[in-house]
């Protein structure tokens, strides 16, 4: 019955056109009414403003802001124009060469940008005239090119994989450094699968291919260094132990400013201003829904959700690539209705404990399967930022869009079931520069894989991986962070504050008020 | 009215305008420095040494110098070089610790740019929304189904920010007071209830969820009202406007989205 009314509330709000936030917000505020009611009421509802002030605990959180402030910089100038330029003089020369070339400029753009949305509508509005007025199929250059535009989630700095790293930082945490670089594999492994595709389609264009040009490339590459210069300073800043992701963010908003507004003159100064005023309007749609969804995450860890998960799963006795597949199909379904960061901020914390404590996956991995998952929910119809972002760029009824697309979503769920199976494909580069086997094994039996700090360590000795399932045993280091964190008196993550106690506030009298209140009424009938 | 009302609403963005760029770009620099200061004085690093951050600083600034077409590129590329290392001398003797708290402070900004970026787009009708109703809905009755639609966001904007206001300055229950972040800031002169490893007080930042709040239940109040009396067409809040895209394809110039 209490299920019945929140679906039946949510409904309603989203046909008075509430806005999302407010769906997110009366969403968490309702499952902590119906479900949890044994509480005060407005006790509980506080919550939902702490988990809102715990966001200044949030250290990584604090990179997003500065790669959409950078990533408007760099798209306001002439960046795209730049790339998709040396993407042509590149591999132009390929059977259906500059179809290939769109999905390189995707992917290089994306590097740039860090947004799907975005890189679809610079690269797009670029390439997809060129590629009909080249001869190539209308329906394929919308298909290619929106899908490729998807890559923005896949590819360091990705939003979207911060957004991953910000809401399992309580119960399955990862090192967004770690998860930049194990997408880096899956995500050329992807644009590969549609360079293929776009070769294969280019076959059959003979007016699709170019002859190469060295002079052309040169050329292309000195106009574009400046640009490539940005995603070479931010990862080879994170792993070269320079600096933090977090911190990287601020390195590439002040390079982003150097680059376009300094070297190239692109946007001048006096317009900089407004293009922060423009990033932080962004900023501020997004931050609500965040912050909004902490509380929503609260709730599921109060009820336990992932262990009522892994009752179920116990109860259907699937095994761990039976259960991988109903997560990816259910992601798959949940990306299409919903729109991928509330997908990303809910359903994250809910399944990654699972897979991670109960099956064994590899929290790095699933991170990458997770954030591949909702790549197709930007193109998988009808909740699909992708296909309303083409359809308006090129002006293209959404049905067809959306038939257009067809093939290379089916391009890249197959992509998907691979990158899945082999966890390799993500892992093996994180092995390699960790100096352990570069081999990941897929966990077939449920069995966790041989996770990169046994390698590393001795067998007996605990551990020492960050991203430790928060199930199990804590070992010494974790302990110690966690009363560092206790002692600075910043609590993180989702599953941390089950407790009604604020971050870093002595609410002892809160609580201790609640409990003379709850004393008071359970004592009453004896009276 | 509604003309007064709106007049008020241009004011506030003004500010908020100038406030978010202004934050914007304080916590870029500050966690920029900080970076900065700190590879400046590693030891091992190349770049703590002014020599070395001279030449790499000139050579970088002349190809700059060059890429724009600017007169004299070597001979300011050089001025630049020296420039820096001069500036990096002087920063990190000035400020030896580095700007430990820089991280502390950005994220506090966060918060209000967040809040205040939210009152933007409002304004600016960015917030996403599932827009079912203005398909189903019949012409007739759809800007009075809009309007409610923003009456109930406005409704719940009241709500955050009751509990805000609860957090902030604390309540009452069974008669006693339960204190809020402005009460223990204050009972401890100071010492609590502050950012870890600043000095800056949590209600400081915590206060920009009412303000928000507040701005944003009075912006989605006035577009209820300029929606029922006709004033602003319904729907019309399109994908790419609310990504903050405003592409032109024939440029391929765009603008930002998450």
């Known amino acids: ?527 | 009215m509604i003309s007064a009302l709106d007049r008020l609403d241009a004011a506030i963005v003004r500010a908020e305008r100038f406030a978010v760029a202004g934050m914007l770009t304080v916590m870029g620099l500050v966690v920029f420095l900080d970076v900065f200061h700190r590879v400046s004085t590693r030891n091992e690093s190349l770049l703590a040494n002014p020599a070395f951050v001279a030449v790499a600083g000139s050579v970088v600034a002349v190809l700059g110098f060059r890429t724009r077409g600017a007169d004299n590129a070597a001979a300011k590329g050089v001025g630049v070089g020296v420039g820096l290392a001069a500036a990096q001398f002087a920063f990190v003797r000035l400020v030896p610790n580095g700007l430990v708290w820089s991280q502390t402070l950005a994220l506090g900004l966060t918060l209000w740019l967040g809040t205040m970026g939210a009152s933007l787009a409002a304004h600016s009708r960015r917030h996403l929304a599932l827009d079912i109703g203005s398909k189903l809905w019949p012409p007739s009755i759809a800007p009075k189904v809009a309007a409610l639609g923003h009456v109930l966001t406005a409704l719940f904007c009241v709500g955050i920010l009751f509990l805000a206001s609860r957090s902030l300055f604390g309540y009452s229950i069974d008669g006693s007071h339960v204190p809020g972040h402005i009460d223990e800031w204050r009972s401890s002169d100071g010492a609590a209830g502050t950012l870890s490893g600043t000095g800056i007080p949590k209600w400081a930042a915590f206060l920009s969820i009412p303000y928000g709040m507040t701005v944003l239940a009075f912006r989605f109040g006035l577009e209820a009202a300029k929606t029922w009396t006709g004033l602003v067409a319904v729907g019309g809040d399109d994908t790419l406007h609310q990504l903050g895209i405003e592409g032109d394809p024939a440029t391929g110039a765009a603008g930002s989205a998450q």
């Open chain 1, 1 to 527: 019955m209490s299920g019945l009314l929140l679906a039946a509330v949510m409904l309603a709000l989203a046909l008075f056109g509430a806005r999302l936030f407010v769906v997110v917000g009366v969403a968490t505020a309702m499952c902590f009414l119906l479900f949890t009611g044994d509480v005060d009421t407005i006790i509980q509802l506080d919550r939902i403003v702490t988990k809102m002030e715990s966001l200044t605990t949030k250290n990584v959180f604090l990179s997003i802001p500065f790669f959409i402030a950078s990533g408007s910089i760099m798209t306001k100038g002439g960046i795209a124009r730049r790339l998709t330029d040396l993407a042509r003089a590149s591999v132009g020369w390929l059977p259906g060469g500059l179809a290939v070339a769109s999905v390189v400029a995707c992917i290089v753009f994306a590097a740039i940008s860090g947004s799907s949305p975005v890189t679809l509508v610079a690269v797009g509005s670029v390439m997809y005239p060129a590629l009909v007025a080249s001869g190539y199929p209308k329906k394929f250059a919308i298909g290619l090119i929106t899908s490729a535009g998807s890559l923005g989630c896949m590819i360091p700095p990705a939003i979207a994989m911060l957004i991953y790293a910000i809401s399992v930082q309580g119960s399955a945490a990862v090192d967004p450094a770690d998860l930049f670089f194990a997408g880096i594999v899956p995500a050329l492994f992807i644009a590969g699968s549609l360079a293929v595709y776009s070769v294969w389609v280019g076959m059959g264009s003979p007016g699709s291919k170019q002859p190469f040009d060295g002079g052309a490339f040169l050329g292309a590459l000195k106009e574009a260094s400046w640009a490539l210069t940005l995603p070479a300073i931010v990862l080879g800043g994170i792993y070269g132990g320079i600096f933090t992701p977090t911190e990287a963010g601020a390195v590439a908003f002040a390079a982003s400013l150097l680059v376009t507004c300094g070297i190239h003159g692109d946007v001048p100064w006096r317009k900089v201003p407004a293009i922060l005023v423009e990033s932080a309007t962004l900023i501020g749609s997004l931050i609500l829904i965040v912050v909004l969804a902490f509380g929503l995450n609260d709730f599921l860890a109060e009820i336990d959700a992932p262990g009522v998960i892994r009752a179920w799963v116990e109860n259907a006795d699937l095994n761990s690539w039976q259960f991988m597949l109903l997560v990816n199909v259910v992601l798959i379904v949940l990306g299409a209705l919903m729109d991928s960061i509330s997908a990303t901020l809910v359903f994250a914390p809910m399944l990654a404990p699972v897979a991670i404590n109960h099956y064994g996956m590899d929290p790095i991995h699933f991170g990458i399967v997770f954030v591949v998952n909702m790549e197709i929910g930007y193109i998988a119809p009808p909740v699909a930022t992708n296909l309303f972002v083409a359809a308006a760029i090129f002006r293209e009824p959404f049905v067809n869009v959306a038939k257009a697309v067809v093939p290379t979503l089916l391009i890249i769920c197959a992509a998907l079931v691979v990158i899945m199976y082999v966890p390799t494909i993500s892992k093996g580069p994180l092995n390699l520069r960790e100096g352990v086997a570069f081999y990941e094994p897929f966990p077939w039996d449920g069995a966790p894989a041989k996770s990169v700090a046994e390698d590393a360590a001795p067998s007996d000795a605990p551990p020492a991986d960050a991203a430790a399932p928060a199930g199990g045993p804590m070992s010494m280091e974790e302990m110690m962070r966690k009363a560092k964190e206790n002692a600075a008196g910043g609590t993180e993550g989702a599953a941390d504050t089950t407790a009604p106690a604020a971050p870093g506030r002595p609410l002892t009298m809160e609580e201790m008020m609640k409990k003379a209140k709850e004393n008071a009424a359970s004592e009453a009938p004896a009276e």
